[in-house]
């Protein structure tokens, strides 16, 4: 394969750009690939005759200290083989004009970000600027005037629905409710740094704390629409949701496909969302129509939807068959199988600690102050959480005052005056319980997988501590304020004799020396 990025090289065409008219009118973006084998078989004879770059590799190598992270080189040149090459330019403008300027950019494009740490914990309802994306391709620009959702497959009477038949309160109940959505992904960092697996730069981006975010969305019940198409045929089993967006994949073509069983659908806990935090939702979160499943892992809430099908069985397409698979310890690059893994689906319990950061000095007077975010998913709730200064040996529960709202589908915040009496390098660290008592594992070692997802472990950071009722560090820090000096970076040598020979020399009679007596 060709270089790498940052290294890839410009984009050469090995012939005839071809064009794929748009399907529909008003709907600009959306190429429809699963009804047109043929289409789909001149892509992948297109895609055969290029060199692609190669993955980035971000895991054997320091990730790029550069805002975006990753680039995202070949899936570009995939859009730019294919006459799409528009596509990724639309997309990185709706970041620009959707989320906040200081977005961690994990992947430009297809789009992968999440906001500062910090400010992702101020508020419980995340602010649409700052909900982190998670998108396998470009933006599809959809005129909802001229939308419209087909029910089709397994169903009794199949319809299209547009936009304003869903919001139809007369035919359909309007619902809102408070759910999290969470990217298998979060927190994968850890498991890079310690031990590495798969390095898709989509399907493995080296996501942080902040692939997590919690919105009030409105829309109306799966289960009220299929009841509404006269319920599902003899065998129907599983919903498919397919959304308008272009997937790349191993050299083939695909539209957005994800399938949820029909059990978590009869219980209403899969929505039909046109409007987060009250507006309507923003194009890079799927306007104007989405699927929000609540508990399950976040590529289940399918963007820009346009079809739902009743099937038999789980689809068969490959993020639900080939991605997003967990595998066990053992399974690796020399021996792992779709078939060996299990699909994730509900997610487990699990935690971070958003402030303070990795090896942050922190000058306390005996406590320090500790905020982060608790979630178990498949309708559970966490009712607990507890944080160590010591690894895990001593563990202080958080009060039930400092924890926010408690939903059924939703994350709490917290935060902690952790008691800290000692000084140096300490790690902190935090665990949930939810409402079925279960918690989370000890060490990422624990929670390794080959695809690196759902990295459920106590959350772990390392700090340093100051703590200045020792009259010892009192006096130090005082000495460094009066002289002008800085306490960090604490690598940095003093640039001065810490202690005066009289001090010394006091210091060590009364020590009785270095030496022994006799």
């Known amino acids: ?111 992968n970000g999440e906001p500062p740490r910090d400010r992702l914990v101020e508020t419980e309802i995340t602010s649409n600027k700052d909900f982190f ?23 009794n009477d199949p319809k299209r629905l547009t936009l304003a038949d869903l919001q139809n309160e007369s035919l359909f109940p309007r619902q809102t409710n408070v759910v999290s959505l969470q990217c298998s992904g979060t927190r994968r960092i850890e498991q890079i740094h310690e031990y590495p697996g798969e390095g898709d730069e989509l399907i493995n981006a080296p996501w942080g704390e902040g692939a997590i975010g919690t919105a009030r969305w409105t829309g109306v019940s799966l289960k009220k629409v299929i009841k509404h198409c006269g319920g599902l045929k003899d065998g129907a089993q599983h919903i498919e949701l397919l959304g308008a967006d272009t997937y790349f994949k191993k050299g083939k073509v695909y539209n957005y496909s994800v399938s949820v069983p029909w059990r978590k659908v009869k219980i209403n806990e899969v929505l039909l969302a046109w409007e987060m935090n009250g507006e309507p939702l923003p194009k890079i979160h799927g306007f104007p129509l989405r699927a929000v499943v ?76 500790m905020r982060g975010w608790a979630y178990s998913g498949g309708g559970h709730w966490p009712v607990r959480v507890e944080v160590s200064g010591d690894g895990g040996s001593i563990w202080y529960e958080v009060p039930w005052d400092k924890m926010t709202t408690k939903y059924y589908y939703a994350w709490r915040l917290w935060e902690m005056d952790l008691p800290v009496d000692a000084e140096g390098w300490l790690e902190l660290c935090v665990r949930t319980w939810d409402n079925a008592l279960n918690t989370q594992p000890t060490f990422v070692r624990s929670a390794w997988n080959w695809d690196l997802h759902v990295t459920s472990s106590c959350h772990r950071m390392k700090v340093y501590s100051v703590n200045k009722t020792r009259a010892e560090t009192a006096a130090r820090l005082k000495m460094l304020e009066e002289k002008g000096l800085s306490l960090t970076p604490i690598t940095k040598p003093l640039e001065l004799d810490v202690e005066s020979d009289e001090q010394f020399e006091a210091a060590m009679k009364a020590r009785g020396g270095r030496d022994p007596l006799e």
Do not use: C
């Open 294 to 369: 609540f508990g399950y892992i976040g590529a289940r809430s399918t963007k820009w939807l346009y079809e739902i099908r009743g099937i038999r069985d789980p689809t068969e397409a490959p993020v639900q068959r080939k991605e997003y698979l967990y595998y066990t310890p053992q399974v690796g690059k020399q021996n792992n199988l779709f078939s060996n893994g299990f699909s994730i689906q509900d997610m487990p319990v699990s935690s971070a600690i958003m402030s303070p950061r990795e090896k942050d000095v922190i000058v306390h007077e005996g406590k320090i102050k």
């Open 133 to 155: 994306v998670r998108n396998h391709g470009g933006i599809p620009e959809i005129d909802p005037a001229k939308f419209f959702l087909e029910i089709t497959g397994l169903v």
């Open 1 to 111: 394969m060709a270089p790498a990025e940052p290294n890839a090289l410009p984009f050469r065409p090995a012939g005839e750009i071809p064009h794929f008219e748009e399907e529909r009118e008003g709907w600009k973006g959306y190429i429809e690939w699963e009804k047109y084998p043929e289409k789909k078989k001149q892509v992948e004879k297109i895609l055969a005759s290029y060199d692609f770059p190669d993955p980035p590799e971000f895991q054997l190598k320091p990730l790029p200290d550069t805002n975006p992270i990753l680039t995202g080189e070949r899936f570009k040149q995939y859009h730019q083989a294919t006459g799409l090459s528009h596509i990724p330019d639309i997309s990185w403008e709706y970041v620009l004009k959707e989320k906040s300027p200081d977005m961690i950019h994990v992947l430009q494009f297809p789009y």
